[in-house]
């Protein structure tokens, strides 16, 4: 049986929504608190700035949900270590990027790997979309570009985990995790824990 799951997918890409539809079967759910983050809404007015305390501050946020919910019974996290390092990958650079992955190393080295990382993937176009219509005042500042860059880091590093991992990639604009269009009913969620 698996440990833990992560979901990896860009902004708005159904990463809460889907963990809400699989909590109702064998996992135990950990949702990230993005409202915790201090540096949140500074990191959208001014990326720049703002990124190095951002990115570290989430990894460490993910890092202490994942450790202090160590148990028997499987962990699903709607975030993953995997898509902090892609907005590494994205928003660091130079010395700063260099101490954010030494970070990563001694975190993965305690926690370990997931047992399994969904990956979502969605067009650029359909995740400005959810953006604009879930309304956050934080996220007017995304562009279809970054949303592009993400997307080409998220792609990257899944691509290097799957060597270690098991990875099961789900277009979540083809299927609704809600309804059940588009297949999500006829797909057999069970495999994820084994």
Do not use: W
């Amino acid at each position: 049986m698996l440990n833990r799951v992560e979901i990896c997918g860009n902004i708005a890409s159904g990463k809460t929504t889907l963990c809400q539809v699989l909590s109702k079967r064998k996992f135990l759910p950990i949702f990230e608190d993005f409202q915790t983050n201090p540096f949140f809404e500074d990191f959208y007015n001014d990326p720049i700035t703002y990124s190095f305390e951002t990115e570290i501050t989430f990894l460490l946020q993910h890092y202490h949900q994942i450790k202090k919910n160590k148990i028997n019974t499987p962990i699903l996290c709607d975030y993953s270590l995997l898509l902090d390092m892609a907005y590494a990958d994205v928003n660091l650079s130079g010395n700063r990027l260099k101490v954010f992955f030494d970070v990563v190393e001694e975190l993965q080295h305690e926690i370990g790997l997931p047992g399994r990382i969904i990956h979502l993937v969605c067009s650029e176009e359909v995740l400005l979309q959810r953006i604009i219509d879930r309304n956050r005042e934080a996220e007017t500042s995304i562009t279809i570009d970054y949303l592009k860059a993400l997307n080409k880091a998220i792609s990257a590093r899944v691509k290097n985990i799957s060597r270690q991992t098991l990875v099961t990639t789900i277009d979540s604009h083809a299927i609704n995790f809600t309804s059940g269009i588009g297949g999500i009913g006829n797909f057999d969620f069970d495999d994820l824990t084994g």
